[in-house]
């Protein structure tokens, strides 16, 4: 019967029994395999990252809920989103202290990549190796920037592929962890480690970079290095290597970088580098390199550095002109000629200082230079205009025309409105301040001294509201003194001196972060200017103005100060008669006098009333700069330090003055107090050499000596004169506003380049100088963020087996003595990384080394064990301004903590520690 609706009635489909249960089983594998494809992590995956985050106890692990889904957790990555199996894992950052939980990420059997860099582990245990060598899937491991001093063999790794142990304390050679076995390394980094020995060459020929960076790799550049061909990079640097730069290197034809800078290295440059068409890079600053550049190494390169090495001859005219040049550094060479045909338009940065180069500067060679933003020529024996094209630098930044021989007038500036530092200082230029310089409203930093410059101060110059430093000294310079001058309200240093300025000083006490003003040999009129917090002023040499004798440079000494001073004059008084309690008394509690005038000094009883000036023996310019030359006078020199009225103040090894040559300038004299035998004999033929040795050194954070006398009662050493304070003084004796922290981070890397390049020997085939008082007394501030290492004379005058005084003595100051000092009585570098370590910490803490009888340097370490205490280290008024500042004074925290390690073998080396805060 037909159905009703005219619907159609459906086929019936018979199955065979047999069929039916077939389709079921396939029905159920089908479940069975998209329960594998779409479940979580298994339960042993599980259960182990679990485990994991019960001993990390880190806090985005432990939310409600996650424990459902580790593929979620930060660092842990899974072969598919949320699901599959942990294949990477990064522990990087997390402040992990204690490397047990490493063997137990070893059961997860699926991982191919972990980092646990970042932190401060300072072992891998055993178990690590022997449970993770058996994970065939890993490929990347990440032990950088951590404590690691000691490590196993990774010799069955066999799968690996890239290992970095960079920034780590492990020592030995590099053979001793089976390197040699890990067939498939294509990455090695062991760069900031104490490795010796020879560069490791017994590697995986799949290897691509090689970094070493940093260590005490011995020996020569081994010819087999040209055997692995599929090397990109390359990095030597920082090492004591020795020999030449083997030619065969040419024939890495895959090499992008070479980096060789900072060790011994010699010869000439090869040729056969410039036919490797993937080079970009080319490095081998600080060596002892001779010779001529080869003609065509910049044919492919990017980025050249042959600074500090001794190469001569001319510049080749092609070396500027390949297009894919960006930064050229030639600086402290011997060239002595340069005529480029052409240069890049690509040209970012070109340093061409401390050379010999002679001759006018080609203007249309920078004619169409829109990129270039760093130019440095100072320091040669240019002649002629400044180019009128340097004007239409529209990017640069930084223009360091200094100590040439440049006349005619200053060229219009008004176009480089991106420019914020200018040195001209110490050429010939004449003519006025043009007014456009207003323009340039990114300027920090205008020095134009020591030239002939005539005319009136622009008073435009004060619409320059970012500037920090202007120096316009010792030029013809006249009329007054701008009366808005006080707008500059970020002026830290305002050096007018030795000019033609008339007419009154205006009120100047709102330049808020003024630190120096110097008026003197002018002829102002009016009041020395007074200001509420700590400023240093010079107005000497303007008869119209009438000094303040209680006050000659406006430094008041702060309240605790005073009670300082009174303690160890109460402390004298009563006899105390224990001569190292006398020195502990003298050292730390005894404010610092610089500065601070002639009532609070104390004088050498046998130089009142000296009326017969010594005399001289042999006096000696250690500078080759023609001002100096012309300014210090050796009878000047040796007939102020005979009167007492120019003390400014006495350490145990010296006596301090302050000098105005007839000349008019300040020069700052040391005379050594050679009672003590521990000072070699002044007239000795080998502390000439020492202190020629000194004269010849020149860096930006280091105060070298300008000149020498030797006279019948002693040795005079000469100076620039620093127009600010010690470090000290400025964290711990004042009582104005507080550093911040921008500026004590500049301090200590600045302090850490000083020592780095003192201990550095690379650079000019000389021995170490060390230092035996190393204490932030030693430091000067030429700024709020420009250190001086001072004192770094007397590792040279001084033979410690001789003296006659205490332990402390030669030691240095209390706080800052290596713990090891007590039974090795041997100044070290790795004593000065102490020494440091604990400046660091007064940076950090705003404490001084010794307080109320307690070093800082312990009472750090015992509050520093566990890491929530750390914050509670630090100087909170500086800390709490930002959390960047918090996060980055607890890096450096880090670092001090190195630094002042019990064990001297355990401390970095300076270098290590100024990559470490310039890295951070």
């Known amino acids: ?89 990064s522990l990087s950052g997390f402040d992990l202290s204690n490397s047990s939980f490493l ?28 449970k993770c060598e058996t994970l065939v899937g890993l490929k990347h491991l990440n032990f950088s920037r951590n404590n690691i001093s000691s490590s196993p063999s990774f010799q069955d790794f066999s799968k690996l592929e890239v290992l970095d142990f960079s920034y780590n304390f492990l020592s030995g050679k590099t053979g001793d962890y089976g390197l040699d ?43 087999g290095i040209e055997d692995y061909k599929e090397l990109k990079l390359l990095d030597l640097s920082d090492n004591q290597l020795t020999g030449s730069i083997p030619s065969s290197l040419g024939n890495l034809s895959k090499l992008e970088s070479l980096l060789l800078s900072n060790n011994d290295l010699s010869g000439s440059i090869p040729e056969s580098l410039s036919s ?96 270039l933003t760093y130019l440095e020529m100072d320091n040669n024996h240019l002649t002629g205009h400044i180019p009128p094209a340097f004007g239409n630098l529209v990017s640069l930044t930084l223009l360091n025309l200094a100590m040439n021989e440049f006349t005619g007038t200053l060229p219009p500036f008004g176009n480089l409105t991106r420019l914020q530092v200018i040195k ?20 920090l930093t205008l020095n134009v001294s020591w030239n002939s410059l005539s005319g009136s101060i622009p008073p435009s110059l004060t619409q320059l509201k970012k500037l920090s430093t202007m120096n316009l000294q010792d030029n013809n310079l006249n009329g007054s003194i701008p009366e808005n001058i006080g707008d500059l309200e970020d002026l830290i240093e305002l050096q007018l001196g030795q000019n033609r300025l008339s007419g009154e000083i205006p009120a100047p006490d709102s330049l808020i972060s003024l630190t120096q003003l110097i008026l003197s040999n002018n002829q102002l009129t ?47 008084a009563i006899g105390v008669s224990a001569l190292v309690a006398g020195i502990i008394t003298v050292i730390v509690l005894k404010p610092s006098r610089r500065f601070k005038g002639v009532n609070n000094v104390q004088v050498d009883p046998d130089e009142e009333g000296s009326t017969v000036l010594p005399e001289i023996i042999h006096g000696k310019l250690l500078t080759s ?94 100076y620039d004169f620093p127009h600010m304070l010690t470090l000290y003084d400025v964290l711990h004796n004042h009582t104005s506003a507080v550093v911040d922290w921008t500026s004590r981070f500049s301090i200590a890397v600045g302090i ?60 240095g100051t209390i706080g800052y003595i290596p713990p090891e000092y007590a039974y090795t009585m041997r100044v070290t570098m790795a004593g000065n990384v102490y020494s440091f370590g604990v400046i660091l910490l007064e940076l950090l803490t705003g404490r001084p080394a010794v307080s109320e009888g307690r070093e800082l340097a312990k009472w750090v370490q015992s509050h520093s064990s566990q890491q929530e205490q750390r914050n509670n280290i630090l100087d909170l008024r500086v800390s709490k301004t930002s959390t960047v500042a918090t996060k980055q004074m607890l890096r450096v925290l880090s670092v001090a903590l190195a630094c002042i390690d019990i064990s001297p073998g355990a401390r970095p080396k300076m270098k290590t520690v100024l990559r470490m805060l310039t890295r951070l």
């Open 1 to 89: 019967m037909p159905s009703s609706g005219g619907q159609k009635k459906m086929k019936q489909i018979y199955v065979p029994p047999e069929t039916g249960k077939f389709m079921f089983c396939l029905f159920f594998i089908f479940l069975s395999y998209c329960h594998v494809c779409f479940s979580e992590l298994s339960s042993n995956q599980t259960s182990t990252m679990i485990e994991l985050s019960r001993l990390l106890n880190i806090s985005d692990w432990n939310l409600p809920g996650s424990e459902r889904n580790p593929c979620s957790w930060k660092g842990v990555m899974c072969s598919r989103p949320n699901n599959g199996s942990v294949i990477s894992l």
């Open 103 to 130: 063997p137990l990420v070893c059961q997860i059997e699926t991982l191919e990549t972990l980092d646990v860099s970042k932190n401060i582990l300072s072992l891998i245990p055993d178990e690590f190796v022997t």
């Open 181 to 223: 076995r890990l067939v498939q390394l294509r990455s090695l980094n062991l760069s900031f480690n104490m490795f010796t020995g020879s560069v490791p060459i017994y590697l995986s020929r799949s290897l691509e970079k090689l970094e070493v960076s940093d260590n005490l790799l011995s020996g020569t550049i081994p010819e």
């Open 276 to 371: 490797i068409q993937t080079l970009g890079r080319f490095a081998a600053n600080s060596n002892h390199f001779t010779g001529d550049i080869p003609s065509g190494i910049t044919r492919y390169l990017a980025n050249l550095d042959l600074s500090f090495n001794n190469l001569k001859g001319s510049i080749p005219g092609d070396l500027l002109s390949p297009l894919k040049l960006v930064s050229v550094d030639l600086s402290s060479n011997q060239f002595v000629e340069w005529m480029p045909q052409s240069i890049s338009p690509s040209l970012v940065r070109l340093r061409l200082g401390s050379n010999k180069l002679s001759g006018t500067v080609p203007s249309d060679a920078f004619e169409s230079l829109q990129n």
């Open 424 to 443: 001209l200082q110490e050429n010939k230029l004449t003519g006025e301040i043009p007014d456009d310089i207003k323009l340039l409203s990114n300027l």
């Open 526 to 572: 009016g009041s020395t200017p007074r200001f509420t917090r700590n400023v240093l002023v010079n107005v000497s040499g303007n008869p119209g103005i009438k000094p303040i004798k209680e006050d000659k440079v406006s430094i008041k000494r702060s309240s605790s100060g005073k009670r300082k001073l009174v303690l160890v004059l109460i402390t004298v």
């Open 625 to 718: 700069n023609s001002l100096h030359k012309s300014n210090i006078n050796f009878a000047k020199a040796v007939e102020a330090v005979a009167r007492p009225e120019n003390a400014l103040y006495q350490t145990m090894f010296w006596s301090y003055y302050r000098v105005v040559m007839p000349s008019g300038s300040s020069y700052f004299i040391k005379k050594l107090n050679s009672r003590d035998r521990i000072f070699q004999l002044a007239c000795s033929e080998q502390l000439e050499l020492e202190l020629e040795m000194l004269g010849k050194l020149h860096h930006t954070n280091v105060m070298v000596p300008l000149a020498y006398v030797l006279y019948s009662e002693g040795c005079l050493l000469v």
């Open 752 to 811: 850490a380049q000083g020592i780095s390049y003192l201990h550095g020997s690379q650079s000019s085939g000389r021995d170490p100088i060390l230092l035996p008082d190393l204490s932030s007394k030693k430091i000067i501030l030429k700024s709020l963020n420009e250190p001086l290492v001072g004192d770094i004379e007397l590792f040279k005058v001084i033979d410690p087996s001789k003296s006659n005084s205490s332990l402390s003595a030669v030691a």
